[in-house]
């Protein structure tokens, strides 16, 4: 290979693997602290938020809310995402015309879960959210291993 592609190819993929690396490592930490400070409990889904998204592409994401049902924190009314329980944009207050469009959702609610409800801050995790994101950055590690391979291969042809 010449020496021009040596010397892109091989710092853009170590900032590729860090990128991605350090995502992963960040996501992975995040959610052993939130494990490790929380509270084991048993969740109720009381409701899901629905936040839009505008932008270049628009999106929609639904966030749990979620009744602790045990230990110290028994009763409160926590998100997954920290935020404010109190939000009008749920699924059981949309408009009957876009309720269709969200049925899965609606089965969920009055679920109970398995997770963690952390000690002072108000959110909340299922623990197949806590398994989602452990998952995802295990990916993205191999990720940024896999381009930190690359970078040594392309260094030592």
Do not use: C
């Amino acid at each position: 290979m010449s020496d021009e592609f040596l010397w892109i190819a091989i710092p853009f993929a170590l900032a590729f693997a860090g990128a991605f690396g350090g995502i992963g490592i960040y996501l992975f930490r995040q959610s052993l602290s939130f494990r490790k400070k929380g509270i084991a409990t048993e969740l109720n889904v009381l409701d899901m938020v629905i936040i839009q998204s505008g932008g270049s592409e628009p999106g929609t994401q639904i966030i749990p809310i979620y009744k602790v049902l045990e230990g110290p924190r028994a009763g409160d009314i926590v998100r997954a995402d920290g935020g404010d329980p109190n939000i009008t944009t749920t699924v059981l207050n949309l408009p009957e015309d876009q309720k269709p469009r969200y049925t899965g959702k609606f089965m969920q609610i009055g679920e109970n879960r398995q997770g963690w409800v952390h000690q002072t801050k108000p959110i909340a995790r299922a623990k197949k959210d806590q398994a989602l994101q452990i998952t995802i950055a295990a990916g993205l590690i191999l990720v940024g291993i896999v381009a930190i391979g690359i970078a040594v291969f392309l260094l030592v042809s």
